[in-house]
């Protein structure tokens, strides 16, 4: 932003045609007071004299007019400056608080995405401890049915075990009541012989 001063394109003051009327309002009267003083006449002298001070009143008129057409001039060039420093405060604090409020804004949004984030965390990490939990209890059923299955198979395998000596047993059983079917065949064959012999 420029400066109030800077759109002005200069302060100073041109001399004003009072100020120069004054003064040649008092040269001339010096002029005439100094040549009524170099005629010796005394007449002359007085009434040139009368003319300075009337001169030197209308000159001192003309400096005061002018001096406080300079001073209103200075008020209203303060009372525009002063304005247009308002003017820029004002919009300097304007932009500032639209500066303000973006950044509110833009604070907010991280803090609406960080606490997005924060939640969705904390649902892949509630996701993830019930999965966990499902595997462990997934793990656990798998280990105990393993366990259950592992006894079984011991169970089987001992009752095959058995079953397998039972077999052996009953084929010796078997081959004994055979053996003694065939013995009890053969001694009634001999005593049916025997009998018929």
Do not use: C
């Not at 040269?27 to 001169?55: D, E, Q, R």
């Not at 804004?105 to 966990?132: M, S």
């Not at 079917?181 to 018929?196: T, W």
């Amino acid at each position: 932003m420029t400066s109030p001063s800077a759109l002005r394109p200069t302060r100073r003051r041109t001399r004003s045609s009072r100020v120069v009327a004054a003064v040649v309002l008092l040269v001339v009267a010096a002029l005439l007071v100094t040549g009524a003083l170099f005629s010796h006449n005394t007449m002359l002298l007085s009434a040139t004299s009368v003319v300075a001070v009337i001169f030197g009143v209308i000159a001192t008129r003309l400096t005061h007019t002018e001096l406080m057409a300079a001073r209103v001039d200075a008020a209203a060039d303060r009372a525009e400056l002063a304005q247009s420093y308002r003017d820029l405060s004002f919009t300097r604090i304007t932009e500032q608080h639209a500066h303000e409020q973006h950044l509110l804004g833009a604070q907010t949004k991280v803090i609406e995405d960080l606490e997005a984030a924060l939640a969705a965390a904390h649902q892949r990490a509630a996701d993830a401890l019930a999965a966990r939990a499902a595997e462990s209890r997934r793990a656990d059923a798998a280990d105990r049915d393993g366990r259950e299955l592992a006894v079984r198979l011991e169970d089987a395998d001992a009752r095959a075990a058995e079953a397998v000596v039972r077999v052996h047993e009953l084929e010796q059983e078997l081959d004994v009541a055979r053996a003694e079917l065939d013995a009890q065949k053969a001694l009634l064959a001999q005593h049916s012989a025997r009998s018929v012999a």
